[in-house]
């Protein structure tokens, strides 16, 4: 795993040599192993390099295809780089190294762009054509691995990480007013947007061709839920077990030593299950776990240890958030407040004590429909239907209204179903899932943001996601709209940057693009069936795991948060929310602010959430825009 950056030259000198370094310096813990830049009259190219695979300094890049035609900076792992490299093998090509990193060299050779359609992995990448003075840029197909870029006096700047292109004299940082909508909505800025106004986020299963004429981006890919299996149950459980060891099995390729994140859910215990019947030794596994015992679940990732006799390690995240927050944050270049980046940064710490690559179970919940949020979907579709359209319509938002009104946990909950209910289901799905309500927004905004933000909404990135997807059911619909939106834009960044703090590679077997198209063609009633959620994956893992881990009551990766905003954060919240917040007066009145913080202090109201977010908006204002 590494970090790659770059520039393009065609018609202004905008970066050097020392501009390469800068660049790959500033994401030095990517890739710590090694570096290397690679610079002519149109082109530059750095690389951090974490050594996973072939170790010998012949790995290091950019590398130069035998021809010497193409130079390439990579960052990622492609799982079927052996086969490829036989194929290619075959068709007479050499190879100096044991990389993935030379195979892709030798694809674009082979096939161009079309190399896209016969690599399996997370990446992204750039490739230099020095005979046709063009940069070929691309991204994996879910988004596991991040991409930036911008224009800067015509040229193409690229990085893994925003803080790189920050070393480009003269790109600005110019906030974006609907990304910070966006942010307070969804707790991260989607792409293609960034926190800044002409910074961009290349988007998952896209590339771009980059020549004097100037930039082309195109999709490659997408998942698709028209055509759907009418396979027997047991056939299709049968079918997917073996998809979901195969992918395992991939993932389990390398060269230095290899663990896995084991929270005690089904999908990391399903993995660490597949991990163990392909491996002659014992895994290591990592878990976190919290003094709080409803947020703990280290008691049933033993469970699991033990049964597959795994090489163990636990860590209590006692009271050491506030010491570590800064830290943590910094290494997310836009604001982002999924509370799980803590517990997810110290597994992270303590599986690179152990490992160097950790397998992890991302993606259960998006593909096969494990989150708790579905679950209530489906219960608000079913009253929706039981109403008619002008009740729903004209007499649920009334009602509403009135409920909201009363500061009483039960008629706000009341609230806020009466507004879903009103609603068509996909903008019910936005409402339901969006961590900020718009009444908390109406009253916290200030004047000049509201008028720069007139006519904007951040359900619109919901609602034309979801009428993007090609499947007939509701439930297609909406794991399609969170496989595009919340697993790359929150999930998938979460994990890269915590791992990558750690200079730790993760790999997500559930997240295979193949894996991912089968259980796409699984028909809806197999993943969510009459209330039991994810229900073709604990079936395929039956043999391998307890019940008791199986059916247990989801926990998720939670954190006790609105306690330790009350104690052993209260203090960094104070000094950053009420006392100096500079970046968050910029967009929120100050009164309503504090309002909000003294509700929860004094456990009036549970604005956990809320505050946590601008917590995190503040603490990314005073890194990148108070200096």
Same mark, same amino acid.
């Given at each position: 795993?590494? &970090? ?33 830049? /690679? ?36 960052? &990622? ?60 840029? *691309? ?18 700047? #690229? ?13 600005? $940082? ?32 896209? /590339? *771009?061709?980059? !020549? ?12 698709? #839920? ?9 056939? +299709? ?84 958030? !506030? ?12 604001? #982002?407040?999924?509370? @799980? ?64 009104? +009363? ?7 009341? !609230? ?33 943001? $509201? ?7 951040? @359900? ?15 439930? !297609? ?41 089968? *259980? ?108």
């Amino acid at each position: 795993m590494c &970090g790659i950056a770059g520039f393009t030259s065609f018609q202004t000198e905008i970066g050097n040599q020392d501009t390469l370094q800068q660049m790959g310096q500033a994401i030095f813990h990517r890739g710590p192993d090694a570096g290397g830049e /690679y610079l002519d009259n149109f082109v530059g190219l750095c690389h951090r390099r974490l050594s996973i695979i072939d170790l010998s300094s012949a790995g290091t890049q950019p590398m130069y295809s035998n021809n010497g035609n193409y130079i390439i900076v990579f960052n &990622g792992e492609i799982y079927n780089f052996v086969e490829l490299r036989q194929h290619l093998e075959e068709l007479g090509y050499q190879f100096n190294t044991h990389t993935d990193t030379e195979v892709l060299l030798a694809l674009f050779q082979e096939y161009g762009i079309k190399l896209l359609e016969k690599i399996n992995g997370m990446y992204a990448f750039a490739i230099w054509d020095k005979s046709a003075k063009q940069l070929f840029v *691309a991204r994996d197909r879910i988004g596991k691995k991040p991409l930036y870029y911008t224009h800067h006096h015509g040229e193409f700047v #690229f990085a893994s990480e925003l803080k790189s292109l920050l070393k480009i004299d003269g790109i600005k $940082k110019s906030l974006r007013l609907d990304s910070v909508y966006d942010f307070f909505a969804y707790q991260y800025v989607p792409d293609p947007k960034t926190i800044f106004n002409d910074i961009f986020k290349l988007p998952p299963a896209h /590339y *771009a061709l980059i !020549s004097n004429e100037g930039t082309k981006i195109e999709q490659y890919w997408d998942i698709s #839920f028209a055509e759907q299996i009418n396979d027997a149950e047991t056939s +299709i459980k049968q079918k997917l077990k073996q998809v979901l060891n195969d992918a395992t099995k991939k993932r389990m390729l390398a060269d230095v030593p290899l663990g896995a994140f084991l929270s005690g859910g089904v999908d990391s215990s399903g993995v660490v299950a597949m991990m163990a019947k392909n491996s002659s030794t014992p895994i290591t596994t990592c878990s976190i776990g919290f003094d709080e015992k409803r947020f703990n679940e280290t008691e049933f990732a033993k469970i699991v240890a033990d049964k597959y006799q795994t090489n163990h390690h636990e860590l209590t995240v006692h009271q050491n958030v !506030s010491e570590n927050l800064e830290h943590i944050v910094s290494f997310f270049d836009e604001p #982002f407040a999924d509370p @799980s980046l803590v517990p997810t940064f110290f597994v992270s710490q303590l599986a690179r004590e152990k490992v160097t690559v950790a397998i992890a179970g991302d993606g259960g919940d998006e593909v096969f429909a494990g989150y708790s949020k579905y679950a209530i979907d489906h219960i608000e579709n079913k009253l929706r239907d039981k109403f008619p359209s002008a009740v729903r319509k004209y007499v649920f938002p009334r009602l509403s209204k009135i409920c909201g009104q +009363i500061n009483l946990r039960p008629l706000q909950k009341a !609230s806020s179903l009466l507004h879903s209910l009103s609603l068509e289901p996909a903008m019910g799905f936005y409402i339901t899932n969006s961590f900020i309500k718009q009444h908390d927004w109406d009253k916290l905004v200030n004047q000049e943001t $509201k008028e720069s933000l007139l006519g904007y909404h951040p @359900s619109q990135l919901t609602l034309d996601t979801y009428a993007k997807c090609d499947g007939k059911d509701h439930l !297609s619909k909406v794991l399609y709209t969170d496989m595009k939106t919340f697993l790359p834009g929150d999930i998938l960044v979460k994990v890269d940057r915590m791992s990558m703090a750690n200079s730790l590679e993760v790999r997500a077997p559930i997240l295979d693009y193949e894996l991912m198209e089968f *259980a796409a063609k699984i028909p809806s009633q197999f993943k969510f069936n009459e209330g039991e959620k994810k229900y073709i994956l604990k079936e395929a893992f039956l043999e391998d795991l307890p019940e008791d881990i199986l059916y247990r009551k989801k926990m998720g990766f939670s954190v006790p948060l609105a306690s330790w905003l009350r104690g052993e954060l209260k203090t960094i919240c104070e000094e950053k929310l009420i006392q100096h917040p500079h970046g968050l007066t910029k967009i929120f009145n100050a009164d309503v602010i504090k309002q909000m913080w003294d509700e929860h202090v004094n456990e009036k109201k549970d604005n956990s959430t809320l505050l946590w977010s601008m917590l995190m908006f503040q603490m990314w204002w005073d890194r990148y825009m108070a200096v």
